[in-house]
Each structure stands twice: as structure tokens, then as C-alpha cells.
T-cell receptor, first 115, second 118 residues
Framework: GNSVTQMEGPVTLSEEAFLTINCTYT??????LFWYVQYPGEGLQLLLK?????DKGSNKGFEATYRKETTSFHLEKGSVQVSDSAVYFC??????????????FGSGTRLLVRP | GAVVSQHPSRVICKSGTSVKIECRSL??????MFWYRQFPKQSLMLMAT?????????EQGVEKDKFLINHASLTLSTLTVTSAHPEDSSFYIC??????????????FGPGTRLLVL
């Protein structure tokens, strides 16, 4: 079945450091890929998405490129801020027979950015 | 846009009582809503898919008589935890797929409801 694997956290960085959070997936077909972010005590917010191979999703300085050849969707940011501290979830969509989309999540990676 | 609300945000109840959690899509209609459970420092576990006008689809291992789901309209789904026990204490999050007008493949999440059963 479809699955998502993320690097284990926590990831601790100093402010302005470069961030990479690895995500790889296993899927039949061509699912869309997502990054969601969860701040403490809150629900998930969509950070970015990509719908096909070589697409790059970007938002708030974060980027991720849909790499079909390596089945990856790594999240990157050039310069992190303290406010980026959160848990990041990689996910893929799995379309069901009734046309709804089930999300399959990775385990989440906690990012802590120190001043 | 594409806002999903949950109510209540936090609830404390006694063991044996039932608790109802509401999930509303505020600016779009959602044929499908999802209910997740999240344990501390863990990922989201899909509990069930709520379909407007039909029975919910439960994931394997989730008791349908314990977690009652009603999707009464295109903007409201409710999750009722019946006869709650301390082991039901958790963070419950809902999400919704827009029917139209928004990205129909993206799930938009509510802020979550923290349930504590004493």
C-alpha cells in the first residue's frame, strides 16, 4: 500500500540555518504530495503541495520538489526563524472510489529553532 | 478562505459520559469530512471518513459504536464519543475536502479538540 516515510526528529537548528526535512514515499499511480505544519496545540495547516513530477511547491520561504525518480519530496528552507518551530508532516493523497481523497501521513518531524 | 472550525476546543468530562465534537466548514461545502485522533508527539491516525447523507466509513480497529459520526449537512459533521473513558483522552482533529470552489484534493483542517476524561 501507499506509505510516507519522514526523517525522525527532533531537528534542532540555530536561527538563519538551512533546513532540510527528508520525505520519501511509496505509491501506485501519481499521487499529489503535501507538507502540513502543526504549531503547538493547534490543528494542521497546509504549507505547500505539488501535484505532478518536477512540480515545486513553495510558501513562506519553504520549498519542496516532487521527484518521481527518487520518490521524494524533501522540505527545504534557506534561513529558518524561531517562529518556524513546529511539527512538519509530509503526506500523499490517495483517491478513493467515491472520489474523496484520503491523506496518508508520515510520522512528523519536530523542528526546534533556537535564537 | 477554506476555514474549518471545531467546537469545543477543549473539554473535560467524567468517565461514562458522552461528548459531542462539532466540525464545521465555514466558507465552503464539504461532501467529505475526516476525523483523526492524535496522541502526544505522534502522527495523526485516521479514525473515519464522514460522508454527507450516508454512513461514515470507519478505519480498521475503530469502534463505530464508540465513536458515532453524523454528517447532517454539507457544512457540519459531528463526532460523539460515547461512554468516554480515560483512554479516550486525546486530541481530535477534523478535516474537510471542498465540494467545489476550492482545491478539492486538499484537506483543510480544524484547530482540534482536546478531550480529557477523568
Amino acid at each position: 500500500g501507499n506509505s510516507v516515510t519522514q526523517m525522525e526528529g527532533p531537528v534542532t537548528l540555530s536561527e538563519e540555518a538551512f533546513l532540510t526535512i527528508n520525505c520519501t514515499y511509496t505509491a501506485t499511480g501519481y499521487p499529489s504530495l503535501f507538507w502540513y505544519v502543526q504549531y503547538p496545540g493547534e490543528g494542521l495547516q497546509l504549507l505547500l503541495k505539488a501535484t505532478k513530477a518536477d512540480d515545486k511547491g513553495s510558501n513562506k520561504g519553504f520549498e519542496a520538489t516532487y521527484r518521481k525518480e527518487t520518490t521524494s519530496f524533501h522540505l527545504e528552507k534557506g534561513s529558518v526563524q524561531v517562529s518556524d518551530s513546529a511539527v512538519y508532516f509530509c503526506a500523499l493523497s490517495d483517491q478513493r472510489r467515491n472520489s474523496s481523497y484520503k491523506l496518508i501521513f508520515g510520522s512528523g518531524t519536530r523542528l526546534l529553532v533556537r535564537p | 478562505g477554506a476555514v474549518v472550525s471545531q467546537h469545543p476546543s477543549r473539554v473535560i468530562c467524567k468517565s461514562g459520559t458522552s461528548v459531542k465534537i462539532e466540525c464545521r466548514s465555514l466558507d465552503f461545502q464539504a461532501t467529505t469530512m475526516f476525523w483523526y485522533r492524535q496522541f502526544p508527539k505522534q502522527s495523526l491516525m485516521l479514525m473515519a471518513t464522514s460522508n454527507e447523507g450516508s454512513k461514515a466509513t470507519y478505519e480498521q480497529g475503530v469502534e463505530k459504536d464508540k465513536f458515532l459520526i453524523n454528517h447532517a449537512s454539507l457544512t457540519l459533521s459531528t463526532l460523539t464519543v460515547t461512554s468516554a473513558h480515560p483512554e479516550d483522552s486525546s486530541f481530535y482533529i477534523c478535516s474537510a475536502n471542498p465540494q467545489s470552489g476550492w482545491d478539492q484534493e486538499t484537506q483543510y483542517f480544524g484547530p482540534g479538540t482536546r478531550l480529557l476524561v477523568l
